[in-house]
């Protein structure tokens, strides 16, 4: 298996700054990869500004048209953020969750036309997704036309941003976000047409948990 795997960088650690980039294509991995993006595998600690993505992006969990996770260090002095960014590609989440991430995770998709997840912090801001989400297999959760998953604690937000592609999915499947567990939705839109086999299903959320928001 390969991890980390994005269409123009793997992994974007603690202060880095990703600017007005473009990447199109195929990102492909095998069955067993996870943390999978069109531009970049992770994030941590890290932002990314007026960047963009074309073109195709499939793996096991984890899997987000421009990042597949978003994690944040909660002792960070840095922030940990997407602005003004898009993707257009289209997402597949083959399996039912990432064997590198906690318990958790094992039955979670994790797919999002933007962010696949979005861990302990990262905010997403003036940004959207057009492309087609799904996860394929028939007990994934966690699809989001956007965003997958924002997964603890509070400071989580996505500000002023949309998504515009269909979303298909088992469980926790939704136009904007799949699963909310903490976090903000400040301002957000979604389009797209969602279908599901299972529960938390909604047209911009398919589910909110803990203390999530919708403003």
Request: aromatic share 8%.
């Amino acid at each position: 298996s390969a991890n980390h795997i994005g269409g123009l960088i793997g992994f974007n650690p603690w202060g880095g700054t990703i600017s007005r980039s473009y990447s199109s294509g195929t990102v492909a991995v095998g069955t067993n990869s996870s943390y999978v993006g069109g531009l970049i595998g992770q994030q941590s600690d890290s932002y990314v500004d007026a960047s963009k993505t074309a073109g195709n992006v499939t793996g096991l969990a984890d899997v987000g048209g421009l990042a597949g996770t978003l994690f944040s260090n909660q002792n960070s002095v840095n922030g940990n953020s997407i602005n003004n960014s898009s993707s257009s590609a289209t997402v597949v989440a083959s399996g039912t969750g990432n064997p590198n991430e906690y318990q958790y995770y094992l039955s979670a998709a994790n797919a999002g036309g933007l962010v696949g997840l979005d861990y302990a912090g990262g905010t997403i801001n003036q940004s959207y997704a057009t492309g087609n989400v799904s996860g394929t297999d028939p007990n994934s959760k966690f699809v989001g036309g956007l965003v997958g998953e924002m997964f603890q604690p509070s400071q989580l937000a996505i500000n002023s941003s949309y998504a515009s592609g269909n979303v298909s999915g088992a469980t926790y499947v939704g136009g904007l976000l799949g699963n909310a567990n903490h976090g903000l939705i400040n301002l957000s839109n979604a389009s797209g047409n969602v279908t599901a086999s299972g529960n938390n299903i909604g047209g911009l959320v398919g589910s909110l948990d803990y203390s999530a928001s919708i403003n």
